[in-house]
């Protein structure tokens, strides 16, 4: 599956054409092409951290890596304000209703970030303990993996931005899923 990436492959291009003109200018582009990268441009994060993993993402959000550059700082504590849930850390079964019930209050379109061994498989220490859910795609629709124990603060960075790229290129979430469990698509 190809990627459109007439508007993606530089965050900075507006997906459009502006001509100046005497006295002001005419900016011509597509209502859909607009939405998408307004949409891209302000992914606001829904943080879910659970465990250690949490401690990358909050120095992801930190003066060195500094995620504001790309749009994504205004990080939410209520999902009713938030379009991506960041899941750092393990999963318990006591937990897993309270995901899923943050998940459902989430604004369409939304989409799930599995950061780290933990959130996508249960994790390297916990797999076979009877309280820990074995990953969050048996609780909810993951859309982008970020494997590593734990992922370094680059690797999260790396995610939103490929996450970005696609919601510019008018991938729809399927598609996006699609890519993430197929990375040969
Ligand atoms: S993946 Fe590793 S670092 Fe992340 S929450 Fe699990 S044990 Fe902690």
Redesign the pocket.
């Known amino acids: 599956m190809e990627i459109n990436h007439s508007a993606s492959q530089n965050t900075e291009v507006f997906p459009g054409a502006v001509m100046d003109l005497p006295g002001g200018g005419v900016v011509t582009s597509s209502f859909q092409d607009l939405i998408n990268w307004a949409r891209s441009n302000s992914l606001w994060p829904l943080t879910f951290a ?7 993402m909050m120095s992801t959000a930190s003066a060195k890596y500094d995620f504001s550059r790309f749009g994504f700082e205004v990080a939410r504590a209520t999902p009713r304000q938030a379009d991506v849930i960041i899941i ?3 999963i318990v079964n006591k937990m897993a209703p309270v995901l899923k019930r943050l998940y459902d209050q989430m604004a369409d379109p939304k989409y799930v970030i599995a ?6 498989s249960g ?4 797999y076979n303990t009877y309280s820990v859910v074995k990953g969050a795609d048996h609780i909810i629709p993951v859309d982008v993996y970020i494997p ?4 370094r603060p680059e690797a999260l960075l790396h995610a939103l931005i490929t996450l970005q790229d696609k919601i510019k290129g008018g991938l729809t979430r399927e598609q996006i899923r699609e890519q993430s469990t197929n990375p040969s698509l």
Not at 50 to 56: L, M, V
Not at 148 to 151: A, L
């Open positions: 659970t465990s250690c993993c949490g401690i990358e750092a850390g393990t950061m780290g061994a933990c959130a996508i994790g390297p220490f916990f590593g124990c734990p992922p």
